[in-house]
């Protein structure tokens, strides 16, 4: 049928308004490169979902703006329609199809959730823990292990090519491990240790990761990185870390004393339970620091009135641990003291 | 049509002032109005937390509050959007047009419905004291625990708890309410597949808050035990289980979702045949699509918990699967519905079309999250926002603006400007496309939900600052609507019974009715007794409109 040109020109601006963004939109329409082999998969499954989504919306609103446009009420057209009240062959169409397509669809999700949840034998095991608001990633077959400090997450170095499995651990709230780059994520569950495998596939690259589920305050900067790496690069990379551990061995937990002892505690990852502390000017002194959170580690930092980091205590006190640091003298004057794993804890060190 | 005389002596009622009415009324209208009064209060007070929670993501940095003030807005907002603005919204049509489209006189229990309403307004205040008492609830909507427990979250977590408790024993209590009216007071020649749809959704929902609220207000209930007198029900640290709580909370969470869109889809499936001329198309499809969505609607509920790593996925994949096809019947109802009629677009009509090609994408998206694997990459990120803003604001706040521009003369005697409701639907629409779509984009990308800020580097600015501004336009969209609201109360109530020559029996009494709802009801022999009255019963072709139509006829 011949359409009047104000109804054409209306229908191609609709069309215009509804396509142009969907064709630009289309490589937005899709998540990265997978960096994993499971990765890969589960982006060639988003395909095969996307695209019938794409055809049903596409459908759907065509056949909205046709009923809209061609079955509009024209002036002074009193009459009624007529009155149809079902089709039952229609209707039993658009059961039955619909159904068998998303049957096929959920086949197709569960091969593919086989695949990418299988587990095989690892050749590298890592153990991430998730506090409030920092991780630890620990290699327990080479003994290595590293905290985030502040906002800055601490850096996961896996080799490529090889099945690394993966255990994930909390004992405070419960965070997810999500890198976008993997398009994968797993909750990190009080007590339930999560497990999952990866492969990955190129060396040299970093990939940007971080806490998917809410944690609390400071969730939103519980970042992390991942950095990837040859087979050989990856256990050169083990020996030079493991020796300069053993070059710096760590000391003691409640070691070295120097000076008057000043007492601190923590019990959550907020705030320290004492808000300020008091030293002699020009004298070191040693700060014992009890950490009662369940969850988290802790540390001692001093910053200066500019801002300027003038002293961080290591190793950080685990759950339960109580560290001494000591302390060189400071000039008199007043400090903030705070905690370098969760830097909203902080508390006023007067020196006089 | 004539406007309906009443019997002489009708409208001679017990005078009481106009406040101590408003507040002692047991009338289910009044109550009516009133849930949709207090809903639109909460609604512009959780889109006032969205604009500043949008204002802080517009660009990186933390501007305008601190990462502790953002994680209370956004649970405040999602707590009170969806306890306190649609739940109560829908709540609040229901009880305004059940009673009058079953022909009954009120609801089953009019003191009881009081109660109903008075238990949000109160609820309500408690939750947001928090703000007051040293910080509102801050664990988002879903309050997962441990994070909920007392040793990480402050004071305002249990004014959150007692008030979810107030507002859950409001929505039990409504629920009976309501299935007492439709199943015991129906007008004579009533049977239930003469009913409406919007009281057919409305009963499903009923039912499942009846099955599904129990659950959650005893695990808020158990959350208070845990955090305030050391039980051991979800913290791992004193022997409970946190995924408990998940699954208490979604085993409510989730048919609460369809608890939400169902009535929307009522009003919808009133709205377009009305407007389009003809019945709606499947009537028993309909119905049968609806009591599928309920059914289903209890076995999905671990597709939120795909990641947790404690479900097991084929089940709840399968069933989330399946529970897309009722979905996609009613939209191919909906569409049927419109084909071959003769659409006239009047602002509610507007607003169901606004709701047909937005709450689709809400439809389209989820769908894709029902793949386990697919649910990995995008659980937790804006993706999920995407989609349940296309569901709830797309879907079922299109709905609720269908309803009120619908019923409002029915209400109040006048009908809304149509003007002003133009410029309302066509800025709720761009606007909601536009704070929306994009999260799409973001969540592929990889931003998590629930984040306060984000960096410079991660290449997301783009994007959140078109949702930002889409945020105002929305915000921008309701001003319109109050302002037509206004105007239209201060001028003449001239809107007659029947301004829409619509099916149903609340538009052959008075607008608005008189307390006692219908002087004499037409005869009831389909789900269209006022058509068949003005038309003739079973009429498949025109009558000569002429000498039927309503006198403002033309006028749209």
Redesign the interface.
Known sequence: MQWPPRVRSVASIAGLVVLAPLLGGCSALYPPNAATDQGADIRNLYTVFLVPMVAIFLLVEGLILWSVIRYRRRKGDEELPVQTHGNNLLEVTWTVLPTLLVLALFFVSWQTLNKVDAESKPELTVDVTGFQWQWTFAYPQYGLSYTGIGDQGPVLVLPVDEVVHVRLHSHDVIHSFYVPDFLFKRDVIPGQVNNFDLTLKDAGVTYSGQCAQLCGMDHYQMRFTVRTMTPADFQAWVQAEQTKTRATPTPPPGGSVAGPTLQLSASNTTNFDQSSLTASAGQPFTVVLTNKTAGAPHNFAIRDSSGKVRFTGLPLAQPGQTVSYAVPALPAGTYTFFCSVHPNMQGTLTVK | MATTVLAPGATRIYQRSALYEWLTTTDHKKIGILYLTNSFLFFLLAGLLALVIRSELAVPGLQFVN??TY?QLFTMHGTTMIFLVLMPFLAGLGNYAVPLQIGAADMAFPRINALSFWMLPLGGILMFSGFFFGGAA???WTS?S??AQA???GSGTDLWIVALLLIGTSSILGSINFLATIFKLRAPGMTLLRMPIFVWTVMVTSLLILLATPVFTSGVFMLYIDRNFGGAFFD??SGG???LWQNLFWFFGHPEVYILILPAMGVISEVVPVF????I?????FIFATLLIGGLGFSVWAHHMF????VY??FF??MT??I??PT??K???W??T????????ATPMLFA?GF??TF??GG??G??L?????D??????YWIVAHIHFVFFGGTMFGVFAAAYYWFPKMFGARLDEGLGKVHFVLMLIGTWLTFFPM??LG???M?R??????PA?GWTDLNTIATIGSFVIAISVLPFMWNVFVTLRGPRDAGDDPWDAYTLEWATTSPPPPYNFDHLPPIRSERPLFDLK?GHG?????P??SL?TAD??AH
Request: aromatic share 12%; net charge positive; proline share 8%.
């Open positions: 990462s502790s994680n801050a664990e988002g997962y441990p994070l040793k990480y979250s791992p640290a289980n946190p995924i389009s001329r003809k019945p198309f499947g009537y028993k499809a990641t947790t790593g404690a996925l084929p994949s399968l699967s399946l897309g096809v996609g019947i939209f191919f109802n569409i049927a419109m084909w071959r009629g003769k659409i006239t677009f079309l047909l090609t689709l994408v389209l998206d769908a894709i029902a793949s386990p694997p697919v990995y990459a995008l659980h937790d990120t799409h984009l592929l990308e990889g998590p629930r984040i306060a800020d984000y960096s991660a038309y009429a498949r072709r025109a009558l409109a002429a139509a006829e033309g």
